[in-house]
């Protein structure tokens, strides 16, 4: 079920939000009839996942406010005006960035096959899956951190965004289950609860990394730290649940 769920969401890179501008493809053409539509549709798809990949970089560095549209297009294959006539603002390319990221992110836990596992194999595999995509995609977490500021104004207005993240509690919610049914989880927690604990242990290993080794002296971004923290948590996970 959250398998399916999640595939809906997450076939392509350009699929980001019924209320973004539909496709425009027709100046990919250039007039060229052999190229054909399926042809001219996938140049399409290609530019706006071109655009959207070095756009999270430039908002990941600099945030909403400080983003530049003409640094985007100078390290693209496009122009100013071809990434308006995609998106129509910078604002919308901003909340396709935000989308794209937690699209990916969601994609991650569909792709392990969780929900043939037994509970504690999948809800440990979960966990390890959650922390290593956030050290994997370290540079996009400040993506995160700028929309907090700005108080999720941004991703409320994707009317996707609450069924595409629902999924990640569904996941949980089937495995916990799964594992109440079969006496190897504790009853009466809170998926949602089961799944603050992964995902704020994870983030907080990347988000705090500088401030952290500033204070306390102490990297947290070294391999031996990384494989340690995952451990950790992923044993916390575990002795949470426990009957």
Not at 69 to 97: D, H, P, Q
Not at 197 to 214: H, M
Request: proline share 4%; hydrophobic share 40%.
């Amino acid at each position: 079920m959250t398998r399916t769920l999640i595939s809906k969401q997450a076939t392509t890179a350009g699929a980001i939000d019924p209320k973004l501008p539909k496709r425009r493809v027709a100046h990919t053409a250039k007039g060229n009839s052999k190229s054909g539509p399926e042809l001219v549709i996938k140049d399409a798809e290609r530019t706006r996942a071109e655009i959207i990949e070095v756009a999270t970089k430039e908002f990941s560095q600099r945030g909403y406010s400080g983003g530049r549209i003409n640094e985007i297009a100078e390290r693209t294959r496009t122009s100013k005006r071809m990434i308006y006539y995609y998106f129509g603002s910078k604002e919308v390319l901003y909340r396709a960035v935000l989308f794209e990221h937690y699209r990916r992110l969601r994609a991650n836990d569909s792709a392990a096959g969780l929900e043939d596992k037994p509970p504690l194999e999948a809800l440990a595999t979960l966990t390890r899956l959650t922390f290593d995509w956030y050290v994997e995609h370290a540079t996009e977490v400040p993506l995160v951190m700028v929309e907090n500021i700005h108080r999720g104004k941004h991703v409320n207005s994707l009317p996707e965004f609450e069924f595409l993240n629902s999924t990640a509690i569904d996941l949980v919610r089937l495995i916990y289950d799964r594992g109440v049914a079969d006496g190897v989880m504790r009853p009466n927690l809170r998926p949602i609860d089961i799944y603050i604990s992964i995902a704020s242990a994870s983030f907080f290993n990347v988000s705090n990394r500088y401030t952290f080794k500033a204070i306390f002296g102490h990297d947290m971004s070294t391999k031996e730290e990384i494989a340690r923290r995952r451990e950790a948590l992923t044993d916390c996970v575990l002795r949470y649940v426990a009957p």
